[in-house]
């Protein structure tokens, strides 16, 4: 390991946290960074928005979580639909296009206004586009395999000025938050 790395990014472990609960210290940063880059002070202190969180596995399920602690409206679309603090959750098929079931699920039928990728699926990237409000957010936190390519609809980007950004890994800022 280089020595910038473990100056930068070592941390001696509490003696009061177990190591069980320590390994969760660089994939609750990662989330941690990933809800950084949501932009939620956007949004009024008042506002609880509503946030599509795609794939319920760990880092689904970290999201969900921290984000409940913020008081966000979290809609957790899965094909198993555990709920872990979401305030919905959507049982989907694990092919095709879902994007009116799960916009249905959302207050105004029309998406929300941010929609988080944890799964790396290319399909599941298409689908989070698709749901997302005009002006929203979309966060493609869970990475795809090298090579892979999606289509974006150029309309929905442009004319409902959409955000998309790919977000990887933490910062020692949110591993020290975690």
């Known amino acids: 390991v280089p020595q910038r790395f473990v100056e930068r990014n070592t941390h001696l472990i509490p003696k009061n946290l177990s190591f069980e609960i320590a390994a969760l210290t660089e994939p609750l940063g990662c989330v941690i960074h990933g809800i950084d880059s949501c932009e ?3 949004y009024p202190r008042d506002f ?4 599509i969180v795609f794939g319920a596995g760990p880092i689904g399920l970290l999201f969900v979580t921290a984000l409940a602690m913020r008081n966000c409206k979290v809609i957790l679309v ?11 959750t959507v049982l ?11 916009k249905a699920a959302t207050n105004d039928q029309k998406g929300a206004q941010i929609v988080i990728d944890a799964t790396g699926v290319p399909q599941v990237w298409q ?14 936190f869970g990475g795809c395999a090298p090579g892979t390519q999606i289509s974006i609809d150029t309309y ?5 000025e959409l955000t998309i950004k790919g977000v990887y890994h933490h910062s020692p800022k949110t591993i020290k938050c975690a």
């Open 40 to 42: 939620l002070n956007r």
């Open 48 to 51: 609880s928005p509503e946030i």
């Open 78 to 88: 899965d094909p198993v639909g555990k709920k872990m603090g979401a305030f919905k």
């Open 92 to 102: 989907i098929e694990r092919e095709g296009s879902q994007e009116s079931v799960i």
């Open 127 to 140: 689908n989070a586009i698709k749901c997302v409000k005009p002006g929203g957010l979309v966060n493609l």
């Open 156 to 160: 929905l980007l442009h004319y409902q």
